[in-house]
């Protein structure tokens, strides 16, 4: 009988202030009898608890599970989360990393040290011990976002993949969606790619590799009739104005949502991996490492050719516009700068060591992911040049950026990891602030309304959160 442990329990909760008084209660371990939870125990008396964990002085459970007040940064009750940092002084590249001191926490609750990890089993739903269980058994972590709604509606495609043997290594080679036969093994694939929110719109569009379009109704969180089918993966979605692109192989599908007009983009290589519009123009990063670029006739009603942008080695999968310049992103891990006004490349960025999966510009600097596991801020120098000023490194590949600002209007910064995770981080000190967990990894991030944000894994679930009010701190 682990004695010494139930003592350790005992003295981290303090006194049980259950009914049962005097030696008796005394006696008893402070851990819940696992017989009992089953409905089996025969003990009479039982030297374990034939109920919950004791409550501490507040009244609560000293072991809520996942409550709202295990991750609260303030209130009056204090806390152990982050506290915002209230100096964005963005000029100050010392800035970057720099967290703001901490406010004094309370010590008046306690709480049971939980592993920042999702319990498989409580997703499948066959979790068996509830508050007890030592994994997260929530979506998020932290107090400053909230789960409004999953949208299920993506299906899943058999996607082959072939394994192929050189030099005694393992190659996984893509081949398509097939039916299976000797020497492959099928994936069932259902990632969402896109979300697009069309302005003046009360329609959320997701695309998908399941070689659909849904559309959701945004009052009320419902799949619509308008389902399309594109007969190939979607690869990217941006919304601009009334328009809808689609990226996809070999071409880019466009739509006026408010007039109804479906147009058909030809040139592309491959895959479209990354779409972007700035200065009147689309411009679409490809398989084959070309940017292309459409230019808008109103008077055809039509998108005509305007440019091609090469430099590129192997594929574009992140394009962003900020000033008068455009920056991509390839998997031949640089990222090149562009001038809006001569569509020429003025200068090549090579700080990351793998793919560069997400390029985003925040006020007058440019933040960078890759799967190299980190975050790079780079800034102007003297020569006008970007160099970096400042790196931030996680424990997983990053795949998308994506920076909004908080229900108080300060900058926050979400980074989407392959270990199915979002962190999101003040800027510009990079003090985290809390945690979004996904089925899979989460690879489209848009921003919506009133607060709203909107998640893509690979399950094929779409979410939709908000943002919450700050906590009042008192003292």
Not at 236 to 241: A, I, R, T
Not at 415 to 433: G, K, Q, T, V, W
Not at 439 to 454: D, M, N, Y
Request: with cysteine.
């Amino acid at each position: 009988m682990d004695v010494e442990g139930g003592r350790r329990v005992f003295h981290r909760l303090g006194p049980s202030s259950s009914s049962d008084n005097g030696s008796n209660n005394n006696n008893k371990q402070q851990k819940v009898c696992f017989h009992w939870r089953q409905g089996k125990c025969t003990r009479h008396p039982c030297a374990f608890l034939h109920g919950e964990l004791p409550t501490v002085g507040n009244g609560k459970r000293a072991h809520q599970g996942f409550g709202e007040d295990n991750h609260r940064g303030g209130g009056s009750g204090g806390g152990g989360g982050l506290r915002r940092s209230g100096n964005y002084n963005f000029n100050n590249n010392s800035t970057w990393g720099r967290a703001q001191p901490q406010q004094p926490v309370s010590s008046s609750r306690t709480f049971v040290k939980k592993i920042e990890k999702l319990c498989n089993y409580w997703v499948q739903g066959s979790c068996k011990f509830g508050d007890n269980c030592k994994y997260l058994h929530q979506w998020s972590t932290g107090d400053c976002f909230s789960l409004l709604a999953p949208l299920e509606g993506h299906q899943q495609v058999g996607f082959v993949t072939l394994l192929v043997f050189v030099d005694e290594e393992c190659v996984v080679v893509d081949v398509g969606v097939m039916h299976c036969r000797y020497g492959v093994i099928v994936e069932k694939l259902k990632v969402v790619t896109g979300i697009a929110l069309p302005s003046g719109s009360d329609k959320l569009y997701t695309g998908s590799q399941d070689e659909t379009v849904r559309i959701w109704d945004c009052q009320s969180g419902q799949v619509l009739a308008g389902l399309v089918n594109l007969g190939g993966a979607v690869g990217y979605m941006l919304s601009e104005g009334p328009w809808v692109f689609v990226g996809l192989t070999n071409l880019v599908k466009a739509w006026n949502v408010q007039i109804s007009v479906e147009l058909t983009l030809n040139g592309p290589v491959g895959q479209v991996y990354s779409l972007v519009v700035g200065s009147d123009l689309l411009f679409a990063g490809t398989q084959d490492g070309t940017i292309l670029a459409w230019r808008f006739n109103a008077a055809t009603n039509c998108f005509e050719p305007a440019a091609s942008l090469k430099g590129h080695t192997l594929a574009v999968v992140t394009l962003v516009v900020g000033g008068n310049r455009m920056y991509s992103g390839s998997m031949d891990q640089s990222i090149k700068v562009w001038s809006l006004e001569t569509l020429q490349c003025i200068q090549t960025l090579s700080g990351h060591t793998d793919v560069v999966m997400s390029v985003l510009c925040w006020d007058q600097f440019l933040l960078s992911a890759s799967l190299d596991k980190t975050v790079k801020v780079w800034a102007a120098a003297e020569t006008g040049n970007l160099e970096v000023t400042y790196t931030h490194t996680e424990e997983h590949g990053l795949l998308t950026l994506c920076g909004m600002h908080d229900s108080e209007a300060k900058p926050v910064l979400l980074c989407s990891c392959n270990d199915n995770s979002i962190r999101a981080y003040d800027l510009p000190s990079f003090s985290e602030r809390g945690k979004i967990f996904g089925k899979q990894e989460v690879r489209s991030i848009q921003i919506g309304p009133g607060g709203l944000f909107f998640t893509g894994d690979g399950s094929g679930q779409v979410r939709v959160w908000k943002w919450s009010a700050e906590p009042t701190v008192t003292s």
